[in-house]
């Protein structure tokens, strides 16, 4: 059974830099693409970025491009999202997801078999 634990969230002040951890248990992590949503609150859940199986390719969303990085550690299991230049609007809830893949491309924002329960960010001004 896939399990998929966020960790790294918090309060954190605008212009601060942070990074999530996504670890994955009871399967071949190289098995999978990985990506990252988050949630803010009143609104939609929104793609945030994805990464290949390889970790050699990655996807993020048109509007986020710039300030978010996301890679990988397929020893340890963990994927991982770090956030530069934090503001008050990257207040939410932060999910990472799996995808059973045999293609060697970042995912993008559908078919995600398994998801996490989430890793609250604040930023305050």
């Known amino acids: 059974q896939v399990q998929l634990v966020e960790s790294g969230g918090g309060l954190v002040q605008a212009g601060d830099s942070l990074t999530l951890s996504c670890a994955m248990s009871?399967?071949?992590?190289?098995?999978?693409?990985m990506g990252w949503f988050r949630q803010a609150p009143g609104k939609e859940r929104e793609f945030v970025a994805g990464i290949s199986r390889n970790g050699r390719d990655t996807k993020y969303a048109d509007s986020l491009k710039g300030r978010f990085a996301i890679s990988r550690d397929n020893v340890k299991k963990t994927v991982y999202l770090q956030i530069h230049t934090l503001n008050p609007e990257d207040t939410a809830v932060y999910y990472c997801a799996a995808k059973f893949t045999f293609s060697s491309f970042a995912p993008n924002d559908r078919g995600y078999d398994t998801w996490g329960q989430g890793t609250q960010v604040t930023v305050s001004s």
């Open positions: 009871g399967v071949t992590f190289s098995n999978y693409a």
